[in-house]
């Protein structure tokens, strides 16, 4: 049987056949073929050639499978040479090569031949073009990139200092920890249509040692250890302010995205979550017209869904119904006896094809665009190779509303979300439902739309009271096109009130923190901050009657186990002088380990066209609980019921204290005092147990350390 090589290796053929018999013979003597010990059959001096390549005998003398390899090869060497990969190629010529290169580079004789002069000449050029053919078409597409917001700059950087360079492949050594071989290219990608002009940095890195198990001619097979190359891509784009980062896992491109902007940009890294897109496909419940909308540069004759699926039953069951351009698929499935009705019931919309017909500006004939959606936020817009199809596409996704995108927050929408967001961080979850969200009145609309919360479907049932027997039931939580429903344990069912309480959210913890800390630095003009522990950030220094008092952000002070363990950290800091401390939250007290209490949300001026505080009311708050901070003028227990109460001490401040058996100890030793207190009249009716054990190890010396005191073995009394 005759092999046909045009088929089995297109491009090695393609190659052999178009391209000068020169680049052929350098091409098979790379030290990337050295392995193919057969190859050196095949070497050639191109001179007296005469035009003919003699290696292209090997196309029908050897398998598939030992010319993959070339092909390969050739297939990137043909990419490159396209219309946007010659773009890409001569734009990196441009700002990169010496004018005698450049010179070189000019004078090949086609594409083809300047995408293979520069893959034998050029390689890390010849990187560098494919690079930013892979940007351009996936950079959106977050299995291959993850995108960081940074300052804006109208100005493209001619050159980057090479202490800089030096200092983040230093930062990144430190990161990695995996030894010495850090280098970086530095490449000017130019502007292409709506792509603004970019920088890109290749930085190649070690990787992870591996290994791998080779044979050789004569039967022997050899292990080889070794450490391979890794290769980080960021491409920064100043008139955006987007720093693109491609990697190879989400830990890599943050550090590397860090280094970056730190280093090289002295920025800070923001957790905004930049160019999301949300695709809604289940609008689709309500019908399949899509409206024609009117561009200036684009004529769109006909737009319409050609394949629908849906789950019917459970999101197992899938039913798809497709067609062509020229049907109307609404129509056909209301022809269809009973399909509408099983379309109508359907759990989800799984997947809609979209087929456009459209005549651009300037361009003879028409031309059809056709991609999918998918219920799990995807689009092959993101692949196509034409990059008005992929705009266009998008275009007209946004018209019909399908496509919802992120965007920064203004300074009237960060003001107006800041209540939700102090409450959101407070909860220190990575879910919220619905209900807590309506029952506070949420606008949960901008939140999405600002990227602080993300939906992540529906609760799965509810408690329901029943009127007959005077008790709850578990309702099952069912969705339909229409709305929601409510199955009771009896069979029974009805439209769910207020739908969207069964809405279940995912709270972008990371960029709704970086958020409030960035607002807080602006309205409270502080320059840095620390984070001491997840649920504490020192905010630095707030001047208050001619002294420094140290200002704190605390969270999740209604747990016991989070307030105990910031009381620690606090009292560790206690040289510091008296501080205040601005909690998210809106947990009882004035005071927290010798530091003044204070609700941040109270002291915001929300009539504010930007976030602002109220710093007179702050340093009011601050004057009136400094003394009971301190401890207040006389001994005093202030309880909260049986179980809770807070220990004031003049000069030593005041402790929380939780518990039923300590609240009874230390309000003993209150009524007793000055007197001092036998130990068993302190514990007499709690059992046998010790102090320590009563109060636990951290309680216990905190209390010794500063409230109480033993003047002699057996006795305890307040230490003032």
């Not at 031949?113 to 034998?120: C, P, V």
């Not at 950087?157 to 850090?182: C, F």
């Not at 205040?580 to 927290?592: E, M, P, R, T, Y």
């Amino acid at each position: 049987m005759v092999r046909a090589p045009a088929k089995s290796c297109p491009n090695l053929s393609r190659l052999f056949d178009d391209a000068e018999p020169s680049m052929i013979a350098a091409f098979l003597r790379m030290r990337v073929f050295d392995k193919l010990t057969w190859l050196a059959d095949y070497h050639f001096e191109p001179d007296g050639a005469d035009g003919d390549v003699p290696a292209a005998a090997m196309l029908r003398e050897q398998q598939k499978d030992n010319l993959s390899s070339l092909e390969t090869e050739a297939a990137r060497i043909f990419t490159v040479s396209s219309d946007r990969g010659e773009f890409a190629l001569d734009g990196l010529v441009r700002t990169k090569l010496a004018p005698e290169r450049k010179h070189e580079f000019d004078i090949q004789r086609d594409s083809l031949a300047r995408s293979f002069w520069a893959y034998l000449n050029e390689p890390m050029l010849f990187e560098a073009a494919e690079n930013t053919l892979h940007l351009r078409l996936y950079r959106r597409y977050d299995r291959h990139y993850q995108t960081f917001m940074v300052e804006p700059d109208e100005g493209v950087s001619t050159d980057v200092e090479a202490s800089a360079l030096k200092g983040m492949l230093d930062d990144l050594r430190t990161r990695l920890d995996r030894g010495d071989g850090y280098e970086v290219d530095r490449f000017e990608i130019p502007a292409e249509g709506e792509e603004p002009t970019e920088v890109m940095y290749l930085v190649i890195h070690p990787e992870r040692p591996a290994s791998f198990r080779e044979l050789h001619d004569d039967g022997q097979r050899t292990t080889t250890y070794f450490r391979p190359p890794g290769e980080i891509m960021i491409v920064h784009s100043p008139a955006t302010g987007r720093v693109h980062v491609r990697a190879g896992t989400r830990r890599l491109r943050h550090d590397a995205a860090e280094s970056f902007i730190t280093k090289i940009l002295e920025q800070e890294l923001s957790s905004q979550p930049i160019d999301f897109q949300a695709y809604d496909i289940a609008r689709f419940f309500h019908g399949f017209d899509l409206e024609l909308p009117e561009f200036d540069d684009v004529s769109i004759l006909r737009a319409r869904v050609i394949r629908v699926d849906i789950s019917i039953g459970n999101l197992a069951n899938r039913l798809s119904v497709s067609t062509s351009l020229d049907e109307d698929i609404g129509q056909l499935i209301s022809d269809q006896p009973g399909l509408e009705r099983i379309f109508r019931n359907a759990l989800a919309i799984r997947f809609v094809e979209i087929a456009v017909q459209y005549r651009r500006g300037g361009v003879d004939g028409e031309r059809t665009l056709d991609f999918t959606l998918t219920d799990r936020n995807t689009t092959s817009l993101l692949s196509l190779h034409d990059p008005f199809e992929r705009v266009l596409g998008h275009r007209l996704l946004r018209h019909w509303g399908i496509l919802r995108d992120g965007r920064a927050p203004t300074p009237r929408e960060s003001m107006a979300v800041l209540p939700a967001l102090l409450a959101l961080w407070n909860l220190g979850s990575d879910r919220i439902n619905g209900a807590w969200l309506h029952e506070r009145g949420v606008d949960v609309k901008t939140l999405l739309d600002l990227g602080f919360l993300v939906p992540s479907g529906w609760e799965g049932d509810d408690l329901i009271d029943d009127e007959d027997d005077f008790a709850e039931h578990v309702a099952k939580v069912v969705e339909r096109p229409e709305g929601l429903e409510l199955y009771s344990t009896d069979g029974q069912s009805s439209s769910a009130a207020l739908p969207e309480r069964y809405r279940v959210y995912r709270i972008r913890d990371g960029w709704v923190a970086s958020h409030l800390r960035e607002q807080l630095g602006k309205a409270l003009d502080i320059a840095a901050m620390e984070n001491i522990r997840p649920d504490l950030i020192a905010l630095g220094d707030l001047e208050i009657d001619g002294s420094d008092v140290p200002l704190y952000l605390a969270r999740r002070l209604e747990d016991e186990r989070v307030r105990a363990a910031i009381d620690t950290e606090l009292r560790a800091r206690d040289k510091q002088g008296i501080g205040l401390v601005l909690q998210a939250g809106d947990a009882a007290g004035s005071c927290v380990a010798a530091n003044v209490l204070a609700r941040l949300a109270d002291h915001i001026l929300l009539e504010a066209t930007e976030i602002a505080v109220d710093m007179t009311s702050l340093i009011s708050a601050f004057r009136r609980n400094r003394s009971l901070a301190q401890g207040g003028a006389a001994v005093e227990f202030h309880k909260s019921g049986n179980g809770a109460g807070v220990l004031s001490v003049p000069g030593k401040g005041t402790i929380d204290i939780v518990g039923a058996q300590r609240v009874m100890v230390i309000d003993r030793l209150v009524q007793a005092y000055p007197t001092p207190m036998k130990t068993d009249d302190m514990v007499a009716g709690i059992g046998n147990q010790s102090l320590g054990n009563i109060f636990g190890q951290s309680l216990w010396s905190k209390l010794k350390a500063d409230f109480l005191r033993s003047p002699k073995r057996g006795l305890w009394e307040i230490a003032t």
